[in-house]
């Protein structure tokens, strides 16, 4: 097999982390915020890389875009498998749209026989890119991927739906978007670690693809949501019950 | 301004999150709705919709066809709109991309036509965003918007040719049978975590359940320990909630999962640990052992 396997990954705040709106209500705080890989992102790069371990494919190549510091996301993707990295330096903050308008240009640029991705940022939350990305590419699609299998030519994907799974078969080349269930990522081990940093990482600046990355969205403003009270500790199962027919009138 | 709608039916009836995506479309003026598969004639009932594009061939959903299906009628139209479920948030991005927009997902109000809320960071904040482009393309939170009712529309239906989808292939699908109702429309939902121990211990939910016709549901910790499927599960990487009432049963309340449930009107938490993150957005809390308390809620209801 010779299937080289794109997978994009995402510096985002970590998922421990409980944000704060800024005070002028322009985003979220992100300055000394610990900041990690997405990670529906680390999902993906596991998926990828046991495709190459299960011979499905030669080649695992990670993708961001970001500023300089968004390389440590790459280099956890070759510390968990990843054979090399490219970062696709801006300083500007990208919307899905031009997000999958710059990941087009290196698909290309790398002839990706697939695109593994996460199915949503946990930023954003967006759920989108990899969608438009499939769209601009005029490739097929297995989105929310919960199983994988690449088989003549094709790839077999199990999706999560509402109510159930639904299994597709999609021609190659294709984008994935992995769902939770999809696999659990390894942990990097120290040694993985260390040759990681000897992988290549190859940086471009973005201009030089010379592709589209203008803001459709404008940002208003960012507010915190409206936050709930807190109620009442009740002491026994038919206390709540009588609160929830006389109080809270909901059963 | 004409908005299009994406409407899911199922067994005959318009899914209520379309319903809620209807509701959200009129405040554009005209609604039109494109149907995929049988229900038609569903959809032609629903008020306030003028006319009903049904594409009877393309029965599964499948995002390739249908998103170049919606491409070809996009320029009639000022919004694309369907539901945030799992075939709108397939589609619909897929849509924009074709038409190389920006989609906003996951809309929880309208200010204006071009200007709309959506949660970002798990929900821990709302980002006002305002769009430039010329089509609109949006999912909606059914949870955010009242249903338009089922019934009392007479639209006129135009039935379209699928396009052929050689690269997407559909095999099967395998929907997990119940006879409960849809998490996402229930009026109740009794949610386990991980304090349920296990897979079998689930079934303690069930009694309470069936007395207060209430979907189950469970928190990524849970589904990520294998007691219940992934779609059972509650949170930002699963279906969003706001019934009338929640009863978390044996969950921390991780932020993930409050992302997906804090809409709720009466929310129940009862839990062992009195500290519990839970207990900060329950009306009701029951500091006490779910294998005790779980019983005696079977018997006081």
Not at chain 1, 169 to 185: G, M, Q
Not at chain 2, 101 to 116: L, N, Y
Not at chain 2, 264 to 274: G, M, Q, Y
Request: charged content about 25%.
């Amino acid at each position: 097999m010779t299937m080289k396997v794109l997978v994009p990954v995402k510096r985002v705040v970590d998922y421990n982390v409980k944000v704060r709106v800024a005070a002028d209500g322009s985003g979220v705080e992100t300055q000394g915020v610990k900041m990690s890989m997405n990670p529906f992102d680390e999902i993906a790069v596991e998926e990828a890389v046991r495709l190459r371990e299960k011979g499905a494919a030669k080649e695992v190549v990670a993708v961001t875009i970001g500023a300089q510091a968004a390389q440590d996301v790459l280099r956890t993707a070759m510390a968990m498998g990843a054979d090399r990295a490219i970062l696709v330096r801006t300083d500007d903050t990208l919307e899905p749209r031009a997000v999958a308008n710059v990941l087009k240009a290196i698909a290309t640029r790398e002839d990706a026989g697939l695109i593994c991705m996460g199915k949503q940022a946990i930023d954003d939350d967006m759920n989108a890119t990899g969608q438009i990305l499939a769209a601009k590419l005029g490739w097929p699609q297995g989105t929310f991927a919960s199983a994988v299998t690449v088989a003549d030519g094709r790839i077999e994907v199990a999706r999560e739906i509402d109510g159930g799974t639904e299994v597709v078969s999609l021609t190659l080349p294709a984008v994935i978007t992995a769902d939770l269930r999809l696999n659990e990522p390894r942990y990097a081990s120290l040694p993985n670690i260390m040759k990681a940093r000897k992988k290549p990482l190859e940086t471009i600046e973005i201009d030089s693809l010379g592709v589209d990355t203008a803001s459709r969205l404008t940002v208003v403003s960012v507010a915190e949501p409206s936050e709930r009270k807190e109620g009442v500790k009740v002491n026994s199962a038919a206390e709540l019950v009588e609160k929830l027919k006389t109080e809270a009138k909901v059963i | 301004m004409t908005a299009l709608v994406l409407v899911e039916v199922e067994n005959g009836a318009v899914r209520q999150a379309s319903r809620s995506a209807v509701a959200a479309a009129s405040r554009f003026g005209a609604v039109d709705a494109i149907v995929f598969g049988d229900g038609a004639e569903a959809a032609a009932a629903l008020p306030g919709v003028t006319r009903v594009l049904s594409v009877p061939a393309l029965v599964n959903d499948l995002a390739e066809p249908a998103a170049d299906l919606l491409a070809a009628r996009a320029k009639d139209y000022s919004h694309i709109v369907a539901a945030a479920s799992a075939t709108g948030k397939n589609i619909l991005p897929r849509l924009a991309g074709l038409l190389d927009v920006q989609p906003i997902p996951d809309v929880v109000e309208i200010k204006d036509a071009d200007t709309f809320v959506r949660p970002i960071y798990a929900g821990n904040a709302l980002a006002t965003v305002r769009s430039s482009d010329s089509i609109k393309v949006l999912t909606i939170r059914g949870s955010n918007f009242d249903p338009i009712a089922a019934e009392g529309g007479s639209a006129t239906v135009e039935t379209i040719e699928a396009p052929a989808s050689e690269k997407s292939v559909f095999v099967k699908v395998e929907l997990s049978a119940s006879d409960r109702p849809e998490l996402e429309s229930a009026r109740v939902v009794i949610s386990g975590g991980k304090g349920m121990k296990d897979a079998a211990n689930f079934k303690l939910l069930e009694p309470i359940a069936d007395k207060l016709n209430a979907a189950i549901g469970a928190s990524r910790a849970a589904v990520d320990s294998g007691f219940a499927p992934n779609e059972m599960q509650v949170g930002q990487t699963g279906k969003i909630v706001a019934p009338e009432l929640y009863i978390a049963v044996g969950l921390s309340g991780a932020i993930q999962h409050l992302a997906g449930m804090k809409d709720s009107r009466v929310i129940v938490a009862i839990n062992t640990d009195p500290e519990a993150p839970i207990f900060k957005v329950a009306d009701y809390g029951v500091v006490g052992d779910l294998f005790e308390v779980l019983p005696e809620l079977e018997k006081a209801l």
